[in-house]
């Protein structure tokens, strides 16, 4: 069978007979629970790359990556930085814009 040429999009599938697997929601790749950690999967909620760990596998039916699970104090450097960079950068093409 040829490799995917994508990085899996995985969700948590829970059979009536106990059974837990994870598949693609863009492909027929399936695999059980037990191959799952250190997988690379998109992250539902930035649509960024992440590693799949026990703590995803444990927790989320649609896995998602550590930026996006912690919580908002750990996450608060973060979005500060970026908000920084954010302001920044719009600041010099503001003045770029104004000395032009």
């Given at each position: 069978?040829?490799?995917?040429?994508?990085?899996h999009k995985y969700r948590r599938l829970?059979?009536?007979n106990g059974n837990?697997?994870?598949?693609?929601?863009?492909?027929?790749?399936?695999?059980?629970?037990?191959r799952m950690?250190?997988?690379?999967?998109?992250?539902?909620e930035c649509e960024q790359p992440f590693e799949i760990t026990k703590k995803t596998l444990?927790?989320?039916k649609k896995p998602k990556c550590e930026i996006c699970t912690g919580s908002v104090k750990e996450r608060e450097p973060d979005l500060i930085?970026?908000?920084?960079?954010?302001?920044?950068?719009e600041g010099?093409?503001?003045?770029?814009?104004?000395?032009?």
């Open positions: 069978m040829p490799a995917a040429n994508h990085i829970e059979f009536k837990t697997s994870y598949d693609c929601v863009w492909c027929p790749h399936m695999l059980p629970i037990s950690e250190g997988r690379q999967s998109i992250c539902w444990r927790y989320q930085n970026e908000l920084k960079e954010r302001l920044t950068s010099i093409e503001k003045e770029q814009d104004a000395n032009s």
